[in-house]
């Protein structure tokens, strides 16, 4: 039996559910995870990522040494032919050297070599092109003081708010909608309260597989607390086993659908009037617009039979206590925000908000999405959501950092699309990327590969060189989760600690020490007055945000030692708010918005008969710079695409058999897994891997006012191939999992 | 409603339904226990909990059976001691406690001997690993269940294990005994988190323990397992 040095309790890397975690540590190598049984959140249960998938941390492929391009060493210029920039194969092969210019090579370097290289060419930019020209991905992953800084550093020493993070690709069709409607942008109430709901409706979210810990409390909602579930959603995904109704909508018209259970409680007269007269306003307006949405007409578009629409609105509407978990199934369209609209209708009718146990649920999905947007990683707000053509905000934030008055941009920013389609002359010219993959997150890669060429000067802050770090100039090795304190935000404003179970390998560093350096380094070249960065802890980092965040007030790292405070936590004294909008919603009134409906971009035609939709895996993470280079990638080593029977029968394909996948914007070829997991006319791909990328096929169309692509649905053919064809035709998922 | 009883002599009030071994912790009197788990259903399989009520023909299992008025329990008479160390000694007869500290201890209390049983048939199996994130031991299975409820409805609700076996030859198995990658289990680990003894162990501990070294073990997993279709 080993005896660990230490025990380190810190906060699960993965997703928004936010489970605490005892790392388990001999001689600097976590070789065990457990967690304790009265631990907020979890109770004790992880899932596979959770307990197992820590081991990137230590990959071999991992880099812990600053990285530069020859070109900047020996001052040539840059090279061209930037598409061979995978010096390291997808196989982890280096590529021979024959294949590329030696001045593209990347050669190992001290830090302050590397942050001198960055800092001399992103003050060069700014200074010929100034703000706009400069951008920068914040990381959902890293801790709210990592987004904090960053965010600071372009805002205060670039002056420009082109400044995004993945929420913008995952959420942003929630975050507007709730914006508008209610003026917040977080789950209203915690997610351990679903055992307190007796309806609740779980939407566009395959909970089982992305936030498992949260599918547990939703099982034991409906298995020991009698609470009924019911499922809308295009995939048989594993809840519906549980569900009392299964709404197997065509996917994209969750409009519809949503709309017309709004339109059952209207006409059956379920409508909870007193919520509606005392919190609500725009109800006539609405009405106007509902009147179409009749469930006949939804069960035309949606496939979802009108007499199922009728049953659950008038499920949802009776009950005691209601809520609505949702997840990206909503928001990843071209009209996210009216889909996530939708939703939020259905609560006001119902008064299925404000209280325990009900509310509106946007289940998060990084680790610390919620913290990393709270923290003002967005091009239009400040920390603390305060907007940033607002000159009063823009005042607090100019104290707060010693810039002279006016100096902040009131321009909003580019978001993270805009960011990359704007890399031209003229445009974007420098972008410095903290722990994100837009190479394999963003939609139509194709697209995106032809935009980050068109870069400058490119900054990978990152722990693995990703599909994205590739194409960098200047490579920063930063620490993962079990090497740096901090605090992560989770799904439900849990505020919680980040521990390090040992000291950063090689030479990484943090990412707020790496920030710190490298922006009092710009400071100099700049020859401007410091904002302070100055820090002896992550804390007081913290603490800076919370003196003008009145969110974040109240939270020190004392008070979260043990589990976490629920923000808003507006003093020091202050408990938390597990429950929001009690007395009133923070736009004052909840406004109703009349809703269309609008198909999605691309439907399905003779020649793409299919409508592909795209989403995670339990065993993966996102774009897979950690999980694909952990054990996990054992357990799940290939993309798989699934199709119905019927749909697989009529185009001779059996399971295991490998299959071209294509759109109008690329192809890719998997293996099939013929299943009735998924719909007739839809096939499902996961995104998380490279070598068979599903959002090179995806339409980057975007949402007008969140500014979302459209990841949930586009027009695709499947033609079965070779085995040959395959990335890695050697290789087979046995999984009996469903 | 609360109901007045008497534990070993001294009168405790509990609330109804309590069980008897929460009322005993509740009290400061120590029960011994080894199935029990305060995240799992108890099912006093173990019986180490075990208790003397008067008037009952039979030791009762403190884990489940709840407290009622006027009971008179004694928790560690000599019955109650003489089971206990029986059923120590008829495990470390049988299966390997090595890494069950818990039990070496409550042995050592109760003066339970490694040698009671000498003809005792070993239940010994070969440690499987059939999947990259967990091995299992089962010759240091003690059968507490623990791993299948959690598996089932106490957590995970996943039923990927359950008994396989009568009488003797009872084991903790998948159905028609798959690999793990092949049943409907979820690699959450939930068993590995509550098992007492180190059957069920985390991968990369097992290989720590087998004298790998850190930079060894970050290698396995960059190997591509290769297997033919179908």
């Known amino acids: ?465 990703n599909e994205s770090g590739a194409f960098a100039d200047v490579f920063l090795p930063a620490t993962p989760f079990a090497e740096k304190d901090g605090t992560f935000s989770n799904t439900d404003r849990r505020v919680q600690r980040v521990r390090a179970a040992h000291k950063p390998r090689g030479q990484a560093r943090p990412d707020w020490q790496i920030i710190c350096d490298l922006a009092l380094r710009i400071e100099t070249r700049l020859g401007v007055s410091t904002a302070h960065w100055a820090y002896s802890n992550p804390e007081e980092i913290l603490r800076e945000m919370g003196s003008v965040n009145p969110d974040y007030a109240g939270i020190t790292y004392e008070r979260i030692d043990k589990v976490g405070l629920i923000y808003p936590v507006p003093t020091l004294d202050h408990p938390g708010t597990p429950t929001l909008f009690t007395e009133s919603f923070p736009r004052g009134r909840g406004k109703f918005h009349p809703l269309d409906y609008v198909p999605v971009r691309e439907e399905p035609d003779d020649e793409y008969p299919f409508i592909l939709t ?85 339409n980057d169309a975007l949402d007008p006012q969140a500014k979302i692509p459209e990841f949930k649905a586009c027009a695709v053919q499947v033609f079965p191939a070779r085995e040959s064809d395959l990335p890695n035709p050697d290789v087979v998922v046995e999984r009996g999992r469903y | 409603m609360t109901v007045t009883f008497l534990m070993d002599g001294k009168e405790v009030t509990a609330q109804d339904g309590q069980t008897l071994l929460d009322v005993a912790r509740e009290n400061g009197i120590e029960i011994p226990t080894i199935c029990f788990h305060e995240a799992t259903t108890a099912n006093a399989v173990c019986r180490i909990c075990v208790v003397e009520v008067e008037g009952m023909r039979t030791l009762q299992p403190s884990c489940i059976v709840k407290a009622a008025t006027n009971m008179k329990v004694q928790t560690r008479s000599e019955k109650v001691v003489r089971a206990r160390k029986t059923i120590l000694e008829m495990l470390s007869a049988t299966m390997d406690l090595s890494e069950a500290a818990d039990i070496q201890a409550m042995m050592k209390e109760y003066g339970a001997r490694d040698e009671r049983f000498p003809d005792a048939v070993r239940r010994e199996s070969d440690i499987k690993d059939d999947n990259p994130m967990y091995i299992r031991d089962y010759s240091k299975c003690l059968l507490c269940w623990r791993c299948v409820q959690v598996c089932a409805d106490d957590a995970q609700f996943t039923y990927a294990i359950n008994f396989e076996g009568r009488g003797y030859e009872t084991q903790i198995g998948t159905f028609f005994d798959k690999a793990i990658p092949q049943t409907t289990c979820v690699l959450c680990g939930q068993c590995v988190g509550v098992c007492p003894t180190g059957a069920l162990k985390p991968k990369r501990e097992f290989l720590l323990e087998k004298g790998k070294t850190p930079a060894e073990i970050s290698v396995m997993n960059t190997g591509r397992k290769q297997r033919k279709p179908r």
């Open chain 1, 614 to 698: 795209t989403g995670r895996l339990l065993e993966h993470w996102h774009g897979g710079t950690m999980t694909r280079n952990s054990s996990l990638n054992e357990a799940y080593p290939e993309a798989r695409v699934e199709i119905h029977p019927a749909d697989a029968e009529i185009h001779g394909i059996r399971n295991n058999d490998p299959v071209k996948v294509q759109s109008r914007r690329g192809e890719i070829v998997v293996r099939a897994t013929v299943t009735e997991k998924t719909t007739v006319g839809v096939v499902f791909l996961p995104w998380h891997f490279h070598e068979a990328a599903a959002n090179l096929l995806t």
């Open chain 1, 1 to 465: 039996m080993i005896k660990p040095d230490r025990i380190t309790t810190t906060t699960c890397p993965y997703c928004g559910v936010g489970c605490t975690l005892q790392l388990h540590v001999k001689d600097d190598f976590i070789y065990k995870v457990t967690s304790p049984f009265d631990s907020p959140v979890n109770h004790g249960n992880l899932c596979v990522k959770g307990r197992f998938g820590y081991d990137f941390v230590y990959h071999p492929k991992r880099v812990t040494t600053p990285l530069v391009r020859r070109y900047l060493l020996e001052g040539k210029p840059k090279p061209e032919g930037r598409e061979q920039v995978y010096a390291i194969s997808v196989d982890g092969k280096p590529i021979p050297d024959s294949q590329i210019s030696n001045d593209w090579d990347w050669v190992e370097t001290d830090w302050g070599t590397a942050l001198n290289f960055v800092a001399d060419n992103l003050v060069r930019i700014y200074k010929r092109d100034g703000s706009d020209a400069m951008a920068v991905y914040c990381c959902a992953k890293a801790t709210n003081e990592d987004n904090y800084l960053l965010q600071k550093m372009y805002r205060a020493l670039f002056r420009t708010n082109n400044v995004d993070h993945c929420t913008r690709l995952c959420h942003a069709g929630s975050v507007v909608a709730l914006q508008q409607a209610v003026g917040s942008s977080a789950m209203s109430n915690t997610a351990g309260q679903v055992i307190m709901n007796d309806v609740f409706i779980v939407t566009g979210s395959n909970t089982s597989e992305n936030h498992p810990i949260i599918a547990l409390q939703m099982k034991e909602a409906v298995q020991k607390h009698g609470a009924k579930m019911i499922v809308v959603d295009p995939r048989r995904i594993d809840l519906v086993d549980m569900a009392e109704m299964w709404l197997p909508l065509k996917p994209g018209t969750n409009v519809p659908v949503f709309s017309a259970m709004a339109h059952v409680i209207v006409k059956e007269n379920l409508v909870n009037w007193e919520f509606v007269k005392d919190r609500t306003e725009n109800f006539d307006e609405f009405m106007e617009s509902l009147e179409k949405f009749t469930p006949e007409y939804a069960e035309e578009i949606s496939g979802v039979a009108a007499e199922d629409i009728r049953k659950a609105a008038r499920m949802y509407a009776k009950a005691k206590n209601g809520a609505i978990y949702w997840g990206m199934g909503i928001s990843q369209l071209s009209h996210g925000t009216a889909s996530a609209l939708a939703l939020i209708h259905l609560a006001f009718l119902t008064g299925h908000v404000g209280r325990d146990g009900t509310g509106l649920n946007p289940l998060r999905g990084q680790n610390n999405v919620q913290g990393a947007s709270d923290m003002g990683s967005m091009p239009f707000h400040y920390p603390g959501y305060m907007r940033v053509d607002n000159p009063e905000n823009r005042a607090k934030w100019e104290k707060a950092w010693n810039i002279e008055e006016g100096g902040l941009n009131l321009k909003l920013g580019l978001t993270t699309t805009e960011i990359l389609s704007n890399a031209h002359e003229g445009g974007i010219r420098a972008l410095y990327i903290m722990g994100e993959n837009p190479m394999m997150s963003e939609p139509n890669l194709n697209e995106t590969r032809k935009h980050m060429t068109h870069l400058e000067f490119l900054v990978a802050q990152d722990i693995f060189i």
